[in-house]
């Protein structure tokens, strides 16, 4: 069955306290993965989308990272502005469907 | 300006009635979408359109139609509304192309079913 599982499910951290959020999947044929940060109230904004095993992409503090089997998303000493909801998604070649993560909600204290 | 917008904002009605929720984009995209983010937030795609024509339709319940008058809305009409349609929908767009695209998503629209 394909699958995305995303972890942990919420993470606190300390201002500047560096760290990365897992996204793992199981499906036959990554079209291409994709990392959302959602802000409570508001629709998924999107930050990255890596196509094949080795690519790393960086945005500011966060830099996605992208194996045969999973996702990393590193933040380097993060900033209460970074909390949100971040959500990972694996579009398949199969069929061409979509597959949400249930997120990692990340909190950063000042 | 907004690149993809969604009405109402905010819909509670009561069991059995008829809603629809309107999306737009300005992107000039191909692609529209509408998911279901649960109260566990989880969200899950439930249509995709195609330049109007349907190229994605989950597992969902007859009462949700989708209806694409042109490529730039995406509308969902919900029949016969039950308690566990409760949810956030939202609409996005992403552009057609070789390569893997991005969606653009909507602000959402806070359904609650009494």
């Known amino acids: 069955e394909d699958q995305v599982t995303q972890s942990p499910e919420a993470l606190r951290l300390q201002e500047g306290e560096s760290s990365s959020l897992n996204c793992s999947y199981t499906?036959?044929?990554?079209?291409?993965l994709f990392w959302y940060r959602q802000d409570p109230g508001k629709g998924p904004e999107f930050l990255f989308t890596?196509?094949?095993a080795g690519e790393e992409k960086e945005k500011e503090r966060l830099k996605a990272t992208l194996t045969k089997k999973e996702s990393f998303l590193h933040i380097t000493a993060p900033k209460p502005e970074d909390s949100a909801t971040y959500l990972c998604a694996v579009r398949m070649n199969r069929d061409d469907k979509i597959i949400f993560g249930k997120g990692t909600r990340l909190h950063i204290l000042p | 300006d907004t690149a993809v917008s969604q009405t109402p904002k905010y819909l509670v009605t009561q069991m059995g009635n008829d809603k629809s929720i309107k999306c737009e984009q300005n992107l000039g995209h191909d692609t529209m979408y509408w998911y279901k983010q649960d109260s566990k937030k989880f969200l899950k795609i439930m249509f995709s359109y195609n330049n109007k024509e349907l190229i994605i339709n989950e597992t969902v319940p007859n009462r949700f139609s989708p209806k694409s008058p042109d490529k730039a809305h995406l509308n969902l009409h919900i029949n016969s509304l039950e308690l566990g349609d409760s949810a956030v929908y939202f609409c996005a767009s992403s552009p057609s192309g070789v390569l893997v695209e991005t969606q653009y998503f909507g602000p959402g629209t806070r359904l609650l079913v009494l």
């Open positions: 499906v036959s044929g990554l079209r291409g």
């Open positions: 890596l196509y094949s």
